[in-house]
Structures are given as C-alpha cells and as structure tokens.
C-alpha cells in the first residue's frame, strides 16, 4: 500500500492540532510555523508523508502548545515608574497622576482619591511594593465583581479570582475536581475593562480546555463573540504595561 502523500491535504490534523500545509519546497527537513495570530503551518519537502508529518507534529506537540500559550504572554521592553509627583499609573483603562503626601493615608500607603493616586511620602523607597498592594486589594476586589457575569455565562457556580504576579502571563488556570479558580497578574488591572473581560474569557475557558486547541477557541468565541478585536489590541497594549520596575530597579 502506497504512503499517502502530504501534500496532498490542504491540511494536517493531528489531535487537536490543525495545521495548514505549505506548498513543497526543496527543504530536507519538517517544519512548524506558530504564526502571530496563533495559526499552524507545516512546512515539508515534497516526498514527506502523512505518517511521518503526523508522527513528527505529535513528537512536537508540547513545543506547539508553549509557543501558542507565549502568544498571549506580556512582551516587550520594561516599562519604568519613578515615585515622584506627576508620575503616571495606570488603573482600568485611566491614567491617573501620583501625588505624595505627608501623611499615611492607607494601610497600604497608596489611594486614589479624587482622580489622582496618593502616596504617603515615606513609602516612596517602597513604592513599587505598595502600588502591587493596591492592584491586588483594590483591583481585585473589581475582578472578583466584574468575573460573576461571566462565571454565569460559561455555567460555573463560583470561580475564585486570585489577584497575584504572575511574570509574563496575564492569567493562568486549570480545572479541577474542587471549586474552580483562576490566577489574573495584578498588572492586568492597567487595561480597560474590555480587554480585562477578554483576560477573564481566556482564563475561564482554560476551565473547559487546559489547551489552545479548536475547542478551546470555540469556548471564547461563544462566551466572547468577536474576541479577535481584544485579542489583537492586548497584544499591542501589553507591550506598555507596567509589571513593577522602577528606576532604581530598573
């Protein structure tokens, strides 16, 4: 029985992969392009099978999902903050302009209050700690308010929000047998709350699917028609997102 010829198909579908296949080249050698939008292409010399692209994307798979899950990961050169009057922070889409004060006003050291972030002024040597207090006290006591529509629309009882740092990753979850949870970066609180929601559809999808695979993608556009829009503009957004540097950390 004769090997049926790769590109024979338009596609390859292994799994929950779906790849398009690239024209023939004179290349020796299997090839997986993960595109900007997430899509797969499989690049193979004109005498590559189906078995061998098949067993190769299989052996690759792993590689194929952390590539896809970097697609949604915060990228781009370090923002830095300076702790000193005028300084610009970002919360739900605003900027608002940091004040220093004379006083403790907070248990955290930092309020916003009348359009403008207030920092006590002996916490400045701490600020960057002090501000990720008040994105994770107050911008996740938000979440945890703004998630419960959504909660509803995917058919959860209760998702627990966990407000934390989480490196490069916007978000991060995973289902379990218990009650459902799902990690937001406090960082996330930067946005406007359009693309925060897309945060929380990603994340809560993960609760269906722990992969970026077909499904995965049809879970977000049923809870989120039309999420390509927030998708695209997240990727370009992040890129100026404060994670937390300063000038003297910097």
């Known amino acids: 029985m004769t090997a049926a010829a790769l590109h024979d198909l338009p596609s390859l579908v292994v799994g929950d992969l779906v790849l398009q296949v690239e024209p023939p080249s004179d290349r020796t050698t299997i090839e997986i392009v993960v595109d900007r939008d997430a899509s797969l292409r499989l690049k193979a010399p004109p005498t590559a099978t189906v078995e061998r692209a098949t067993q190769f994307v299989a052996a690759k798979r792993s590689w194929v999902y952390r590539k896809l899950a970097e697609k949604d990961a ?42 403008r972030f207030h920092l006590s002024s002996d916490e400045v040597g701490n600020g960057a700690a002090a501000m990720r207090r008040w994105y994770i006290d107050v911008g996740g006591r938000w979440l945890r308010r703004r998630i419960r529509p959504w909660v509803a629309r995917i058919g959860e009882d209760e998702v627990t929000v966990e407000v934390r740092d989480l490196g490069y990753r916007w978000g991060s979850a995973r289902p379990s047998d218990g009650p459902q949870r799902i990690n937001v970066h406090w960082a996330t609180l930067q946005l406007p ?11 809560l999808a993960h609760l269906r699917e722990t992969n970026h695979t077909p499904e995965f993608w049809s879970t977000v556009t049923r809870l989120m028609p039309g999420y390509e829009t927030h998708k695209t503009t997240l990727s370009a957004i992040g890129k100026n997102v404060w994670l937390g540097s300063n000038a003297e950390n910097a």
């Not at 300084?87 to 359009?115: I, K, M, P, Q, W």
């Open 193 to 203: 709350p359009s693309l925060i929601d897309y945060v929380l559809v990603h994340e």
């Open 74 to 115: 915060l990228t781009g050169p370090a923002v830095v903050k300076q702790f000193v009057e005028g300084e610009g922070f970002a919360y739900l889409g605003r900027s608002y302009r940091l004040t220093l004060t004379t006083e403790s006003e907070s248990r955290n050291g930092v309020r916003l209050d009348r359009g």
